[in-house]
T-cell receptor
């Protein structure tokens, strides 16, 4: 079946550097994508989302890029801080009337070295 | 404060016992969801409900049951038929249109 996946399961960066977390999706009908951050033992927190009619969206220190041609999604975190250490999940809404149902990837663990 | 709550945070049960996990939201969201998360894994959908008195099975519904008698509440029962119930359970809610899901803090269930 079609699924959301991640290229890198773990990522270690130096504090202050930029981080890039990647995600591949396989369902061309997906029309909405979200990035979540999950700290250990807690529920996922919304970071940023993007609809399929956009290719870039910026938030505070975060940018999501969507490349529909190659079905690729990325999350860029500027000036990574120790508090950014967490597992990051991408999720897609497969559209077609699924009405909010999201398919989640396995996640990438981001470790920030001081 | 608006939000979604789950209780308890930790739950221990003996094998063969049914257990019910609570999920409450005051966000006025129509849709609610239950996910299971195993170590190092993503979230897998157990059940979801888009409106009161209606719910649908997700990808891994076997051994679980739900009810949606009130808009604010979506309790999940883990029955003795669930072969491997020890996991982290997450509840979420959203509006019915495409948009983000808001997650609760989770309940960690351990079956002894």
């Amino acid at each position: 079946g079609e699924s959301v996946g991640l290229h890198l399961p773990t990522l270690s960066v130096q504090e202050g550097d930029n981080s890039i977390i990647n995600c591949a999706y396989s369902n061309s009908a997906s029309d909405y994508f979200i990035w979540y951050k999950q700290e250990s033992g807690k529920g996922p927190q919304f970071i940023i989302d993007i609809r399929s009619n956009m290719d870039k969206r910026q938030g505070q220190r975060v940018t999501v890029l969507l490349n529909k041609t190659v079905k690729h999604l990325s999350l860029q975190i500027a000036a990574t801080q120790p508090g950014d250490s967490a597992v990051y999940f991408c999720a897609e809404n497969m559209g077609g009337g699924s009405q909010g149902n999201l398919i989640f990837g396995k996640g990438t663990k981001l470790s920030v070295k001081p | 404060d608006g939000g979604i709550t789950q209780s308890p945070k930790y739950l221990f049960r003996k094998e063969g016992q049914n257990v019910t996990l609570s999920c409450e939201q005051n966000l006025n969201h129509d849709a609610m969801y239950w996910y299971r998360q195993d170590p190092g894994q993503g979230l897998r959908l157990i059940y979801y409900s888009q409106i009161v008195n209606d719910f649908q099975k997700g990808d891994i519904a076997e051994g679980y049951s739900v009810s949606r008698e009130k808009k604010e509440s979506f309790p999940l029962t883990v029955t003795s038929a669930q072969k491997n119930p020890t996991a982290f359970y997450l509840c979420a809610s959203s509006t019915t249109s495409i948009g983000e899901q808001f997650f609760g803090p989770g309940t960690r269930l351990t079956v002894l």
